[in-house]
């Protein structure tokens, strides 16, 4: 069990972790502890405002609205700054899945979340970030980064990630119906490993610091950051698409609309994180890389889940020639699938 943080201890952990705080109005007073408690705390919870304009997102977040009452989180994301709104009890989670609460307990993986049976306003911590959550509104990078910096810092300060990744979870993963946080730039999958990997650093830890492979010392590579944000169906079980990067992120090693995602006599180490629908839980995707010249690598076969979210399939090796991302799906009980998204982050360093 965990005692929520005190105001002071909150702030110091968010700036030791590099977040640029800004503290608003009469936020370390002001929460909805005279309508329930709040603690013991057990994870942090991740939202979209629907709305756009830090100002206006700042300020509905912190008084609410006729019908839910603020604050309606503990902090907003927008860009690299976290607005710190409440303190206590907030409105952010409501009722979601027992399951799914005594997985984030556990530090184990997330079931499917269908039931609303849980008080999640006690439990979680929640940041609300500033995104149109229409599916099409981008995430920046250093908005996702300080997403990152404060769960890590929450995390750090309670001795959470320890024994797993998900003392972190999206409100879409907590209650039914929910959706967020979604959109070009982010999945929930790649901020809890991003948040696990600063938790085997110090708090000050920027990334690049500490290469994983020394003879990427000097040279940080380019990064590998698209992804597929067109739907694309897929009528026939076990045939393998080719999946194009059709939006990206910054500096990139993918050219946009082509399929390769690193050059030819490059060494890449490539996430893969997907969405899709029509498959059920009996059914898998497959994942596997194939190079221009024919050679193929192993497949990567990842289980279905019951609300379609696919994440972690980590691919790394050294192309001969230019590699491509192919998958395929394998289902029984389906009779075609559509793929929503996929996302690509990584990286890739000449040979």
């Known amino acids: ?73 503990h902090g907003v994301i927008a860009d690299g700054t976290v607005h710190l709104v409440g303190h206590g009890r907030a409105n952010h989670a409501g009722s979601g899945d027992r399951d799914v609460l005594d997985a984030v307990i556990a530090e184990r993986a997330l079931p499917s979340d269908n039931q609303a049976n849980t008080d999640g306003n006690r439990h979680f911590y929640g940041f609300e970030a500033i995104n149109l959550g229409d599916n099409k509104d981008p995430w920046p990078p250093a908005q996702v980064e300080a997403i990152v910096r404060a769960s890590a810092a929450i995390c750090r300060a309670h001795g959470w990630g320890k024994q797993g990744t998900t003392s972190v979870i999206g409100h ?32 000050d830890w920027s990334p690049g610091d500490t290469p994983e492979h020394p003879e990427e010392d000097d040279d940080m590579g380019r990064l590998i950051d698209a992804a597929m944000t067109r739907p694309l169906t897929i009528r026939d079980e076990g045939v393998w698409v080719s999946i194009p990067g059709d939006t990206i992120y910054g500096e990139t090693a993918i050219a946009k609309g082509t399929y390769s995602f690193a050059g030819a006599r490059e060494r890449y180490r490539v996430e893969v994180d ?66 929503e998204r996929v996302e690509m982050h990584g990286q890739a360093w000449p040979t």
């Open 1 to 73: 069990m965990a005692t929520p943080l005190s105001a002071a201890k909150l702030v110091s952990a968010l700036k030791a972790e590099g977040v640029k705080v800004r503290e608003y109005r009469s936020w370390r007073t002001h929460n909805r502890n005279h309508v329930g408690s709040w603690g013991p705390v057990h994870g942090v919870m991740i939202h979209h405002t629907v709305t756009s304009g830090t100002e206006s997102s700042v300020d509905l977040c912190y008084d609410g609205h006729s019908t839910l009452p603020g604050p309606l989180c």
């Open 172 to 203: 879409s993963e907590w209650q039914p119906g929910k959706v967020d946080p979604r959109g070009p730039g982010i999945t929930m999958n790649a901020v809890r490993k991003r948040v696990a990997e600063r938790l085997r650093h110090p708090a």
């Open 274 to 339: 997907l969405h899709a629908i029509g498959l059920t839980p009996t059914g898998a995707i497959q994942l596997r890389v194939v190079e221009e010249d024919g050679r193929k690598l192993p497949i990567r076969e990842i289980p279905g889940t019951a609300k379609g979210t696919y994440g972690g399939a980590g691919r790394e090796g050294t192309a001969q020639s230019r590699p491509k991302l192919l998958l395929a799906w394998h289902d029984e009980n389906a009779e075609q699938v559509v793929i």
